[in-house]
């Protein structure tokens, strides 16, 4: 079983990016009591390190290349005594980073453990025998859509265990930002992999990550949203039992 870094197990974590909305994350901080509850681990992304405090940061770019576009920001992560979680070690960054690797504060990150139980996770809910080949098949069917920092470090907190996941400054477009980031649709299906598998992801309300600004909204149905009626118990327990049935057939 593979270990979080941290050596806990948090039910609740933050993960900080560096979006317009990470503003919403320090602006609660200077209130007596900030609107964002106690949380078990707050993880940072990349930069975010230099004005938070977290538990963990992700840097999942390659560390040499980080190191040769600025001397100023490798020198900083040597000396940062917050866990690092990275998407290689390889001698050359063993070298660089040595301090860290003395100090056991530099892991590469668990590709093969994330997509493993991601993996069985699938097998479960399909109801498919849980063989090697399988969890294989599944695990990189699901799990091998990774192409930003923000979808490593949702898988890596579904892999551990963690319950629910406070979402800042992972916005990628934002009215009257110029830069835009690609991939946010990566993002987006890994909240929506989470959020299947049981674990509570919650954004901001500003944030353009799932459409949250344009909440709630419904397309094709206009100034006319449609009515929700409260389901009675029976309907549930209809609903409880043909899903039963379906993941019984596979």
Known sequence: MYTHVTGETPHTVNIVASG???????????????EIPPVNETWLLNKEF???KGDLVFIMDDLIGEAHKSKRYAAEIIHL????????IDQPVAHMFQRKMDNNTLHAYPINEVLDY?????????N????????????????????????????????IGVKVVHLFGADYTFPGQAAREDDRANTEYWVGVLR?????????????????RQQ???YGYGVRPPKRHMPTQTAIDELEAAYTNAMLKG
């Open 118 to 126: 991601v993996g069985v996770m699938v097998c479960i809910a399909k």
């Open 196 to 212: 299947a598998m049981g674990v509570t992801v919650i954004t901001t309300a500003d944030t353009t990550l799932l459409n949250m």
């Open 20 to 34: 317009p909305t990470h503003a919403t994350y320090h602006a609660n901080h200077y209130s007596y009591n900030p």
């Open 50 to 52: 230099r004005t938070c």
């Open 128 to 159: 498919i025998v849980l063989t090697p080949a399988n969890v294989k098949t599944e695990g990189e069917t699901v799990g091998y859509y990774l192409h930003n920092s923000i979808p490593f470090m949702l898988a890596y907190a579904l892999m």
């Open 216 to 218: 709630p909204h419904i």
């Open 81 to 88: 005594d917050t866990p690092v979680i990275t998407s290689i």
